[in-house]
């Protein structure tokens, strides 16, 4: 069975920082695109970040400088460090994966696979 289980969330003060996990089980996360989404309540579902198979990363672009993802292979495990953290960055974020190697620029296409979300708040 594929599982995506995300942890890491919390609560932090405006510029602090938290550093997000993806466990990844049933395939092995190098070979796909993986992403991390958020969803603030009322707004909509949006990307943050993604990292391709080859290790190539695409970001939302408020969160440029700020936060990074990338992968640790031998724990097959997708991370999501986030640094400067804002009272916009509030939200329910979540792990994604496609079934195919590339992402789209645009967070775009299938992601079939998704973790249950961990919760980020940040006060001001």
């Known amino acids: 069975q594929v599982q995506l289980m995300e942890a890491g969330g919390g609560s932090v003060q405006s510029g602090g920082s938290l550093r997000l996990s993806c466990v990844v089980s049933?395939?092995?996360?190098?070979?796909?695109?993986m992403g991390w989404f958020r969803q603030a309540p009322g707004k909509e579902r949006e990307g943050v970040a993604q990292?391709?198979?080859?290790?190539?990363?695409t970001y939302k672009d408020s969160v440029k400088g700020r936060f990074s993802i990338s992968r640790d292979d031998a724990k097959n495990t997708v991370y999501l460090q986030m640094d400067s953290l804002n009272a916009e960055d509030t939200a329910m974020y979540y792990c994604?994966?496609?079934?195919?190697?590339?992402?789209?620029?645009?967070?775009?296409?299938?992601?079939?696979?998704w973790g249950q979300g961990t919760q980020v708040t940040v006060s001001s």
């Open positions: 049933g395939f092995t996360a190098s070979r796909y695109c």
């Open positions: 994604a994966a496609r079934t195919v190697s590339y992402c789209f620029y645009d967070f775009g296409g299938a992601f079939p696979y």
């Open positions: 990292l391709n198979s080859s290790g190539r990363t």
